[in-house]
Each structure stands twice: as structure tokens, then as C-alpha cells.
């Protein structure tokens, strides 16, 4: 299950994730290898009579354990980068390598595998299932992977003191504030221990003081889990907080 050469618990190596389990075995040099490499991508969409080019030619890597903020005005190709990234969409031109897997040969299974082990993804809108409470939306991703009921429950009492919801179990989402909401959905991207976040606007919904609260629970994530994060945000603020900002215009990335 984990990568070759890591163990569990490596200690004080700034590079060895702690709570990492995914992956693929036998993947090029995985100590070095991006989490995320975008080659060239092209993506339009046929709107009417006019094609709107979202993305020409978009290309960067994200190594491994870091936290990368996506800026760029509205309409500007976040969320249709972070779709293609995340294997939610296919691009017209180009590669997408998702922690040593390139996405084109992938069939459908295997994106919906990539989806629910090894990409955690975090909206604007949170995604939480209303009925269910913070613990069971938590363990969604789980169940889904057919983890054991005793693994499951573990893991999601740990992984709500993570975010501050250790109290909140039995929350459901109308309950909760939309902060405490966006850390159940924090909890939950991690569940299956992913390689990758992907976040599109995840303060998006929130006020300032809650938004910077919620960016540095990513920030304290991506360092604690070894968990490595693309952020899109229009958000400057939080913007300090990231490892390394790329900012999309024109459907090209320019890096600051
Ligand atoms: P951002 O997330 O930065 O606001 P998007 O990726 O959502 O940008 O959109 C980029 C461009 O692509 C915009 O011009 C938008 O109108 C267009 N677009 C996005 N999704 C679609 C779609 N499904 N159909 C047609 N046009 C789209
Ligand atoms: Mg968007």
C-alpha cells in the first residue's frame, strides 16, 4: 500500500509524510517525483456559437508537500484547471499526472478510484450531506472504500480532533457554522488519506476572519499529514500562507 521506500513514521525528515498510505508502488523516483505535473493543457468550451478557450497551454508541478494557492480573476480558468487535476474532466490537449499516474490512462473506474483514494476535494459550497452528522460525513469516503467499521470510526473521531471538531460529532451540517462546516469537509478530503488536495475557493463562503481560520487549518494539514494542496482563491490574504502562488490569466499560468 505505501510507497517503497517510506515507513509510517519517519520523524523529523521534512519530506516523509506521517499519516500517508496511498499510492502507487513501483512509480518513478516517488521521494522526488510532483504530486501534480500539468503539461500543455488545452481546454475549451463550446458555448452557443462562440468557444470560450478556458485554458491554452497551462503547464507547472507541484511537489510534494507543498500548499500552492491558484489565483486569477473569475473566469479565469480556476475551476476548470482544478476539474482536470482532479480528474473530474478531461482536457483537449495535454497530460495531467496525479501522483505518478498519468489521468488519460485511466478508464472510468480508475478515475473514480483516483477520486475516492488519492485526490481529496473541498468546495466553495462545503458538499456535506445534510442528513448525515459530521462524523458520518467524515466516514463517507470510507465506507465507500470498504474500510472496516473499527478502522472507519477511529479514524474519524481522529481526524474531527484534527480540525477542532472533536465536540461536534453529532452535528449534522444545518447545525454547524459554515466554517465548522468547511472543517467537517476538510476531515472528510482527508479520509482516505489522499496524495492531493484539491480546493476551489474553499473560503469563498466565509467571512474574512473565518476564511483566514480555515486557510490555516489547510496550511497546519498539509504540514501535519504531509498531504501536498492546490488552493484556488481571489482571496490575497491567504495568499501569504501558500508555499507558492500561480496565477492564471488568460488561460496561462504565470508563477510569482
Ligand atoms: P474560474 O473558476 O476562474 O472563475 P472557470 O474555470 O469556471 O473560471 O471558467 C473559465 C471560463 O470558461 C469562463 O469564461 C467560463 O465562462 C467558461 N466556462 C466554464 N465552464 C463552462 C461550461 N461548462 N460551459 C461553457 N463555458 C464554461
Ligand atoms: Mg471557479
Do not use: W
Not at 507541484?62 to 500548499?67: D, S, Y
Not at 445534510?130 to 472507519?152: D, T, Y
Not at 501569504?240 to 510569482?256: F, P
Amino acid at each position: 500500500m505505501s510507497r517503497s521506500s517510506s515507513g509510517s513514521t519517519t520523524g523529523s525528515s521534512t519530506a516523509a509524510p506521517a499519516l500517508r498510505g496511498n499510492g502507487q508502488a513501483g512509480v518513478e523516483e516517488p521521494a522526488r517525483a510532483p504530486i501534480v505535473r500539468v503539461e500543455n493543457l488545452h481546454r475549451s468550451y463550446s458555448s452557443g456559437a462562440a468557444a470560450v478557450h478556458a485554458l491554452r497551454g497551462v503547464s507547472f508541478e507541484i511537489p510534494r508537500g507543498e500548499l500552492v494557492a491558484l489565483k486569477g480573476r473569475s473566469g479565469s480558468g480556476k475551476t476548470t484547471l482544478l476539474n482536470l487535476v482532479g480528474g473530474l474532466d478531461s482536457p483537449d490537449e495535454g497530460r495531467v499526472t496525479v501522483d505518478g499516474t498519468d489521468l488519460a490512462g485511466l478508464c472510468e473506474d480508475g478515475l473514480l478510484a483516483l477520486r475516492r483514494d488519492r485526490v481529496g476535494f473541498i468546495f466553495q459550497s462545503f458538499g456535506l450531506i445534510p442528513i448525515l452528522n459530521a462524523a458520518e460525513n467524515v466516514g463517507v469516503p470510507m465506507r465507500l472504500s470498504k474500510v472496516s467499521p473499527r478502522r472507519r470510526e477511529g479514524r474519524v473521531a481522529l481526524l474531527l480532533s484534527l480540525v477542532g471538531l472533536a465536540d461536534h460529532a453529532a452535528q449534522r451540517p444545518g447545525e454547524l457554522s459554515g466554517g465548522q462546516q468547511q472543517r467537517v469537509a476538510i476531515a472528510r478530503a482527508l479520509a482516505n488519506r489522499p496524495a492531493l488536495l484539491i480546493a476551489d475557493e474553499p473560503t469563498g463562503q466565509l467571512d474574512a476572519e473565518t476564511g483566514l481560520a480555515v486557510m490555516e487549518l489547510l496550511r497546519a494539514v498539509v504540514r501535519s499529514e504531509g498531504v501536498t494542496a492546490l488552493v484556488a482563491t481571489h482571496d490575497a490574504q491567504l495568499l501569504g500562507l501558500a508555499d507558492r502562488v500561480l496565477e492564471l490569466s488568460d488561460g496561462v499560468i504565470t508563477e510569482h
